[in-house]
């Protein structure tokens, strides 16, 4: 880092109460052009415009901060991810393609980390991708029993919709040749149809790793949250949105917001994922501070593309036959589910990967609103599809004519295009897949998203493969598809903000408006679309608060500070 960036921070930091940043490139997403300054007081927006007018309307006393040329953009939302997941994940065993490219290196690093660890302790790995290993397969029983069959060995998939264990969890659950499958989850067998030791989707998961055995105590909670938390803070992150939170989690985000720890705003979305147990939660929709909202609810409709659990129309590319996937919610079960939710004023979110599984939803989120005379959600909430990899033309219409809105995954082109393209999908659906371009020109509401731990949470880089649509051999893919650098960064920011109806509080740099920003060391707008992933976050602001800085001790401890987030 330069002296020049260090001594940038270290402004940022000192500052308190109200004050001025000028000399800037501000880029307000709100249509305001030209604008080099703006004033904070009370954690937002009081003026923006060039240096001139904004020192004029400063208030007396105001602190300045000099930007030094560098770019303002509003802070980002991410409308897409598991904090805690993301938290605990860093303590596990990586299972990655980069830290163990084939399963033997995988078996070595489980083993080297029950060296260190308790001999009743759970080994537990994560971020495995059957596909990208030099195997070309999945893990099985025997693999994880090189590692111990007297103790749990747990692989988590890379896409969070799949499990590996070994024969002791298998023995310890009283998984069998006779165990059957549960609807909407799969077990996969061998040709004598004995477990292999690996579970799809939620239903079959829980048969081995129980989600209240996967959720460690809350002091373990709490620190994986603050991880997470910091993480996002650095690459830029300033709301964000928790799409599927137990109620052990909401308690962490609680505790968070009482110590002060809580430094981005978040909003959750309750996890369901069938009809039985599930409830409305009575304090929804209720904002619990100004950094934490209790929005609207998840369901996780259908499966991974990478695992044939997405529900398609058309079979899989490289299965053929009738195999198209499975519902991971029956359309029955989901259209209640959804028509509940309506009726009680809550907005949903339904995890979509399969061109059917949208087909669904829409039916679903249709038929909710016409049994409700065509009652809508509180404010200018939307409901709104997850991922939406598969979406067709027809779809994308509906989508716009429903009046819903969309959460785009489309850091699959990067990670997973060439595979979609090649293998799973085939050429015509796989060069289509999360489908910007024609989001954006039928004006659905939308927002780009990470969905960490899958990939890494850098919205500098999301918006970078929108632009692009570069996947990880160096094509381009599906070039009729890539959005201009001022939607990408609008799927961030301006657009963003609409999915959680925030429009007025978040996502532009405007009077009144929350003040959150990003300082960045180059301009997404003007720079070479292929060095948006380069651009560097200098500083994160949380409603006037840094919460991160490029230089030393990053973070203002001081007890206003803290008070103003609760």
């Given amino acids: 880092m330069s002296e020049d960036e260090s001594e940038f921070g270290a402004t940022l930091r000192d500052a308190r109460g109200d004050r001025i940043y000028v000399g800037g490139r501000v880029r307000t997403m709100s249509g305001v052009r030209d604008a080099t300054a703006f004033a904070v007081s009370a954690g937002r927006f009081v003026a923006v415009g060039s240096d001139a007018v904004v020192r004029e309307q400063a208030a007396p006393g105001s602190v300045e901060v000099d930007l030094r040329g560098r770019t303002v953009v509003p802070g980002f939302i991410e409308t897409h991810v598991h904090p805690h997941m993301s938290g605990m994940n860093a303590t596990s065993v990586d299972a990655g393609v980069d830290a163990c490219p084939d399963i033997d290196s995988l078996v070595a690093a489980l083993s080297d980390r029950a060296t260190v660890t308790g001999p009743a302790q759970p080994l537990v790995a994560t971020g495995f991708d059957d596909t990208l290993v030099a ?24 896409s969070g919709h799949g499990v590996y264990v070994n024969s002791f969890v298998l023995r310890s659950r009283g998984i069998g040749r006779e165990t059957e499958a549960p609807e909407g989850g799969v077990i996969v067998r061998d040709f004598s149809g004995d477990p292999t030791g690996e579970f799809r989707e939620i ?21 994986a949250l603050r991880s997470a938390l910091q993480r996002m803070a650095a690459v830029g992150v300033t709301s964000f949105h928790d799409m599927f939170v137990a109620p052990a989690m909401v308690d962490s985000y609680r505790r968070l917001l009482a110590s002060g720890d809580l430094i981005l705003r978040g ?18 929709g209720r904002r619990a501070g100004s950094h934490l909202t209790i929005g609207g609810v998840k369901l996780i409709s259908d499966g991974s593309i990478q695992l044939h659990t997405g529900a398609l129309t058309e079979p899989y590319h490289d299965l053929g036959d009738c195999h198209c996937g499975e519902m991971a919610i029956p359309s029955a079960d989901l259209d209640e589910m959804v028509a509940r939710c309506h009726a009680a004023g809550r907005q949903v979110a339904i995890h979509t990967n399969g061109d059917r599984a949208i087909d669904l939803a829409l039916d679903a989120i249709e038929k909710a609103v016409a049994a409700s005379s065509g009652a809508v959600l509180p404010g200018n909430l939307r409901h709104r599809l997850e991922h939406v990899q598969t979406l067709r033309d027809d779809q994308v219409a509906r989508m716009r004519d429903l009046g819903v809105s969309a959460s785009v995954f489309v850091n699959h082109v990067y990670y997973w295009g060439d595979r979609h393209r090649d293998r799973f999908l085939g050429p015509e659906r796989g060069s289509r897949i999360s489908p910007l371009a024609s989001i954006v020109e039928a004006g659905v509401p939308y927002a780009l998203h990470c969905d960490s731990p899958v990939t890494p949470v850098d919205p500098l880089f999301t918006i970078h493969t929108a632009v692009n649509r570069i996947t990880r051999s160096g094509d381009v893919l599906g070039p009729g598809e890539r959005i201009g650098a001022e939607a990408a960064l609008s799927g961030y920011t301006s657009s963003a903000a609409r999915l959680g109806d925030e429009a007025g509080e978040v996502g532009v740099i405007a009077p009144g408006l929350l ?31 840094v919460v991160f800085s490029a230089g030393d001790d990053p973070l203002p401890t001081s007890p206003d500070d803290n008070e103003g987030m609760r």
């Fill in 135 to 158: 195997d070309d397969r999945g893990l099985t029983v025997a693999d994880l029993d090189r590692v111990s069959n007297d103790r749990a060995v747990v692989v988590r998939h890379l």
């Fill in 203 to 223: 239903p079959a998961m829980r048969l081995v790793v129980p989600p209240e055995e996967s959720i460690p105590s809350g002091p373990a909670l709490d620190d």
């Fill in 267 to 284: 909003r959750l979305y309750e996890g369901f994922g069938a009809v039985d147990g599930f409830t409305v939660a009575p304090e929804a």
């Fill in 515 to 545: 003040a959150d920003f990003v300082v960045l060391d180059a301009d997404p707008l003007t720079v070479q679309p292929s060095r948006i992933k380069d651009i560097t976050v200098l500083a994160t602001v949380v409603g006037g608060r």
